[in-house]
């Protein structure tokens, strides 16, 4: 079965530099989720999109913005890194919520961020 | 943490024994789900119970939620050695336009060859 797909997988920037991390749902899954993992710690929620509109915010810094195209993927662009952005950084989608329904999340494999 | 605290924070034990993780949250949730972690890896989804459930089975998994405490634990039957993970369980709350997963402590956990 298709996953999820998040695009690069590695990425090496240097500090002030910009990235752009890319993620492609599970085929009908209209929603998408952006987490972040830092080193030895869980996953903390960014943003997330359902019909190209963004549906709801966590811990996202300004510096980050993202979007969600007509196909349904997603891009986090990351501006002025810094050396504190360096994680994991994951993609989940799921068929949108809804009251009285349960969907898991289906994550990617992440993106590992390195900035020095 | 906003999620509450996971029981232990590391766990180690031998192949063949059962493992078991707690979690505790604070706030109202539509389910509560747990992951799996290889180390630097990805997350793997492994069970799902709705609020409304008090025990769920998946294979050697048993969890189960306890809606006035606020907790659930996971079970891990006949443990093998690619059972070592992190193990985080989350919990899921939608109030329309908002919803996302609010992740708790991992639990580590060793099994011992």
């Known amino acids: 079965a298709a996953g999820v797909i998040q695009s690069p997988r590695h990425l090496i920037k240097e500090k002030r530099e910009t990235a752009t991390l890319k993620c492609y749902p599970i085929p009908r899954h209209d929603t998408v989720y952006w987490y972040q993992q830092g080193p030895g710690q869980d996953p903390q929620f960014l943003i997330s999109f359902y019909e190209k509109m963004q549906s709801d915010k966590g811990s996202i810094p300004d510096r980050f913005s993202a979007q969600q195209f007509s196909d349904y993927h997603s891009e986090l662009n990351m501006s002025s890194l810094e050396l504190g952005d360096s994680a994991l950084y994951f993609c989940a989608s799921s068929p949108r919520p809804r009251t009285g329904m349960s969907y898991e999340q289906y994550f990617g494999p992440g993106t590992r961020l390195t900035v020095t | 943490s906003q999620q509450g605290e996971e029981d232990p924070q590391a766990l180690s034990i031998q192949e063949g024994e059962n493992a078991t993780m707690n979690c505790s949250y604070k706030?109202?949730?539509?389910?509560l789900q747990w992951y799996r972690q290889n180390s630097g890896r990805g997350l793997v989804h492994l069970i799902l119970?709705?609020?409304?459930?008090r025990e769920k089975h998946s294979g050697r998994l048993r969890v189960t939620l306890d809606t006035s405490k606020k907790s659930s634990s996971l079970l891990i039957t006949a443990s093998r050695a690619a059972d070592t993970a992190s193990y985080f369980c989350a919990t899921f709350f939608y109030t329309g336009a908002n919803s996302k997963l609010t992740f708790g402590k991992g639990i580590t956990l060793s099994v011992r060859p």
């Open positions: 119970i709705r609020s409304n459930e």
């Open positions: 706030t109202s949730i539509n389910n």
